[in-house]
Structure formats: structure tokens, C-alpha cells
Nanobody, 127 residues
Framework: VQLQASGGGLVQAGGSLRLSCAAS????????IGWFRQAPGKEREEVSC????????YYADSVKGRFTISRDNAKNTVYLQMNSLKPEDTAIYYC?????????????????????WGQGTQVTVSS
């Protein structure tokens, strides 16, 4: 079971990035997915989550209206489209997965409920 987060980079404020979370060794079909981030000196925080059926989503207030989470089960990948990026979005972004056993509309926004984690991808937003 492996998750690979990618798509991070250096971007100017106001720019966009799309993060990808690809799974290998298992299918994401029956998994709720979450994106979390951790900035230097700060605690990890939830960013966005999506249910295993893709219908329900959650966004932290700080990213609402700017970030969009989506999933493509055919590609076994979940995406986080990040627009209007701000310097305070700078962090390492992690994706995480938790099996739900079947397709459900439950979103899971608590990091410690996710057993599977990717290695993280760095996002740096310059002012």
C-alpha cells in the first residue's frame, strides 16, 4: 500500500498548482482521502477531504473557495487544485487514505483516522 503525492513546487502568490495523490498496491475506490499540510513550526492541519464515492467534500475555512478536491478512480488518483495561492499556503502537503469498505459519502477530516500516508510534496508560495 503506497500513496505518492506530487505536483508541488514554487509559485508566486496568486498562482495555481495541482497536487496529485496516486495509489499503488491498492485501489482508491473504497477509500476516503484527505489532504493535510504542515508548515515549519506549525502543527499539521487538514486542508480538504473527499468521500469514497466522491460526492461529499470538506474544505478548511482557510482554503474554501480557492482549493478544489476531486478524484478519478479510473486513474486511481485524487487531485487538489489550488488556485489563488497565498504565502500562508506554504507547507508540505500530504495525502492520506482510509478504507471505508464500500462507497460512502462520509468525509473524514481528522488526521489520526487515516492509516495510510504519502510522503508529502512541498508547496512554496512567494509573495
Amino acid at each position: 500500500v503506497q500513496l505518492q503525492a506530487s505536483g508541488g513546487g514554487l509559485v508566486q502568490a496568486g498562482g495555481s498548482l495541482r497536487l496529485s495523490c496516486a495509489a499503488s498496491g491498492f485501489t482508491l475506490d473504497y477509500h476516503a482521502i484527505g489532504w493535510f499540510r504542515q508548515a515549519p513550526g506549525k502543527e499539521r492541519e487538514e486542508v480538504s477531504c473527499i468521500s469514497s464515492n466522491g460526492i461529499s467534500t470538506y474544505y478548511a475555512d482557510s482554503v474554501k473557495g480557492r482549493f478544489t478536491i476531486s478524484r478519478d478512480n479510473a486513474k486511481n488518483t485524487v487531485y487538489l487544485q489550488m488556485n489563488s495561492l497565498k504565502p500562508e499556503d506554504t507547507a508540505i502537503y500530504y495525502c492520506a487514505a482510509r478504507t471505508t469498505g464500500y462507497r460512502t459519502n462520509i468525509v473524514i477530516a481528522t488526521a489520526n483516522r487515516y492509516p495510510y500516508w504519502g510522503q508529502g510534496t512541498q508547496v512554496t508560495v512567494s509573495s
